[in-house]
């Protein structure tokens, strides 16, 4: 089953000549009060996907701006059931495709057939899961695909043509490249290679191709051009909004 | 059976950026460990370096107060003080083979770090330990080992600062080097291959056991007992009994203060399944999948997690798992001083603990052997502090 509405989200920003951009928030950031707030702001500033964290205690693929994040969101009470019961409550305010984004455990024990079908009704468009590589992914995926979510397929500088073809003939939404063999995390500079790593991903995937892990600012952009179909960005805007600031502030620079 | 597991549990849970190393190691596994090259080197070190064969000592004083035969498997007196320096030799020598410069581990009593440092300085790699911050403070004897041998000791400050934190940090770093760095894992536990990998240098402690135990009584033994925590001293030991239809089979998990409710490290008795460092496998956990802290008086033992093979063993039936507590443990600690002028581990005090709390239910003049994984000079601390806490 092919699920289109995130990939048509990216297709949309790119054929208006434009990076679709991916803004990524851990549910229950900055406090459970302003969350839904800031979502409907990211979303009212130009986010095409909005991506939501869902916390976990031993966050492994994540840096210390996100977990610290995460684990302050999950002091104050955050679970599965709060994230999905508030998006849908608002989800017919965002315009944005929506996908959630965390680790396995979580959504294992909320059982992933009913995390399939509440993912669903809450209007979540895809799922991107940290831990969860291709071997043990499939029947989730399908899964999933019967709920009309994405798995969206995870990979890096390191995974091979073959990988990368593996988890093309089933991934769905977009790819998600991640720019460094490292954790979440704004870095001030991109390696080198990524070039040869994302033309390879534009060449094997079918579906649009976004960067995330390390991008802090659209500048580091420039040099990629043609490559990137949309950008992820999650610390710099956690950090961001730790300050004080406004989210509409922050996509003012990326817009 | 699916690739990499044990029945329902194990797998390989990581990021796909971590798939091309455990991949690459697989590959290695399946190369040089066969190889006469590695089998010769790897034979030597542990009859040389680490000082294989350990000994099977039978213990004639607590045998007459407990009215079953103990015997002890000592590791203790492994170089270093445990068993862990069989692993870490055995993947010191294959990442030498595999061409890389460096290694990274974690540890949480620091016996693992202490057997990596060890194994590094002696292959001459460079050498990197995660060690949750409690866990430094805590094993502070240890940490000035490791860095004497030339290692680096990062503390955890992250999360509940013990063990699984240093797993959390070891892999995230593991991440970001992996060209050329091996992540020296210290239990048989994590995502496939470490488990097997794990259990091929650990295994060396049950086939010792077995051999040596034939020639000392020329039969089987009644029971093995052996501590389990991540549970790779365990299951080096239970590896060679497991088709011995006849042994009985016991692992012993840290029940904590074993008041009802109390934080332990007994997933196996206390846990439910779930998906932590890479694997199924039973786990300490909420009902929303958030990871639980874990607590023993023993830091080897202080994880909320375990092995997929263990958890295999106990879904099929072949081991039982029973648990002991802090008081328990320390009990035991103390009898074997006293009794046997051993110093053991408080890891392996659990093991040594159950054989005795279980005294009544073992036959008269059975042969037990317990693994005795580790010494427990680096408890001493700890143990006084608990006598203090507790006035004894």
Redesign the interface.
């Known amino acids: 089953m092919i699920i289109t509405t995130l990939a048509d989200k990216i297709n949309d920003a790119n054929a208006k000549g434009r990076t679709a951009l991916i803004p990524f928030l851990p549910g229950g950031y900055p406090d459970k009060e302003k969350f839904w707030k800031e979502i409907l702001e990211l979303d009212a500033n130009g986010a095409d996907i909005i991506e939501i964290g869902m916390p976990?205690?031993?966050?492994?693929?994540d840096?210390?701006v996100v977990?610290a994040a995460s684990?302050k969101c999950?002091d104050a009470g955050v679970?599965?059931k709060w994230i999905l019961e508030g998006l849908a409550k608002v989800r017919s305010q965002i315009n944005a495709g929506i996908v959630l984004m965390g680790?396995?455990?979580?959504?294992?024990?909320?059982g992933l057939e009913k995390f399939a079908k509440d993912a669903n009704s809450a209007g979540v468009n895809g799922l991107i899961i940290?831990?969860?590589?291709?071997?043990?992914g499939v029947e989730f995926r399908d899964l999933l695909a019967k709920n009309e979510v994405a798995l969206v397929p995870?990979?890096?500088?390191?995974?091979?043509p073959e990988?990368m073809k593996l988890?093309a003939d089933g991934g769905n939404g977009f790819c998600y490249f991640?720019s460094?063999?490292?954790?979440t995390g704004d870095r001030d500079s991109l390696p080198e290679e990524i070039k040869v790593g994302l033309k390879q991903a534009k060449e094997i995937f079918n579906i649009p191709v976004a960067l995330g892990f390390g991008l802090k600012h659209p500048s580091q952009l420039i040099q990629l051009e043609g490559l990137v179909d949309a950008a992820v960005f999650g610390s710099a805007l956690i950090r961001h909004l730790g300050d004080g600031k406004s989210c509409a502030e922050f996509m003012k620079v990326w817009k | 059976m699916k690739?990499g597991y044990f029945g329902d549990f194990g797998?390989?849970?990581?990021?796909?950026?971590l798939?091309?190393p455990l991949l690459e190691l697989e590959e290695a596994m399946g190369k040089i460990l066969k190889s006469a090259e590695f089998q010769q080197e790897f034979t030597s070190l542990l009859k040389n370096f680490v000082g294989r064969p350990t000994a099977l000592t039978y213990c004639a004083n607590l045998s007459r107060e407990l009215g079953f035969n103990l015997w002890l498997k000592r590791e203790d007196l492994a170089h270093t003080g445990a068993h862990k320096i069989n692993n870490t030799v055995g993947q010191a020598l294959l990442t030498k083979m595999m061409g890389k410069p460096r290694m990274i581990a974690e540890t949480g009593a620091g016996q693992h770090g202490v057997a990596t440092a060890t194994a590094a300085a002696l292959l001459d790699l460079e050498c990197e330990i995660y060690m949750g911050a409690v866990d430094v403070k805590r094993q502070s004897h240890n940490v000035r080992r490791m860095e004497l041998f030339g290692a680096k000791c990062i503390p955890v400050e992250?999360?509940t600062q013990t063990l699984?934190?240093a797993i959390?940090a070891a892999?995230?770093m593991w991440?970001?080097?992996?060209?050329t760095t091996h992540y020296c894992f210290g239990t048989a536990a994590g995502p496939h291959p470490f488990p097997l990998l794990v259990r091929e240098f650990q295994s060396i402690i049950g086939r010792e056991a077995k051999q040596q135990f034939k020639e000392r009584t020329g039969e089987m033994p009644y029971m093995v007992v052996a501590c389990v925590g991540g549970g790779s001293n365990a299951i080096g030991m239970f590896h060679e009994f497991v088709s011995e239809e006849s042994v009985k089979i016991v692992g012993v998990e840290a029940a904590g203060t074993g008041e009802p409710g109390c934080f332990n490290s007994a997933p196996i008795n206390l846990g439910t399944p779930?998906?932590?460092?890479?694997a199924h496998s039973l786990?300490l956990?909420s009902?929303?999948?958030?990871?639980l802290p874990s607590h023993s008086i023993s830091a080897g033992l202080d994880y909320p997690g375990v092995g997929p093979e263990h958890v295999h063993l106990h879904a099929s039936g072949r081991v039982q798992y029973g648990m002991v507590n802090d008081s328990q443990a320390i009990n035991a600690f103390k009898m074997l001083c006293h009794n046997e002028g051993i110093l053991p581990a408080l890891e392996s005090s659990h093991a040594v603990a159950w054989a005795i709390e279980n005294k009544d239910s073992i036959p008269k003049g059975a042969n037990v052997i317990v693994n005795l994984s580790g010494r427990g000079d680096k408890d001493m601390d700890i143990f006084e502090d608990y006598l203090k806490q507790h006035g004894k």
């Open positions: 976990f205690s031993d966050p492994v693929a840096g210390p977990e684990l999950l679970n599965l680790y396995y455990n979580p959504v294992l024990q909320y940290a831990d969860l590589p291709y071997e043990e995870l990979v890096g500088l390191n995974t091979s990988r988890y991640v460094v063999l490292g954790t | 690739r797998g390989q849970f990581v990021p796909e950026l798939m091309p992250s999360g699984k934190d959390n892999l995230r991440i970001a080097n992996q060209r779930g998906v932590l460092h890479g786990l956990q009902e929303d999948g958030q990871i």
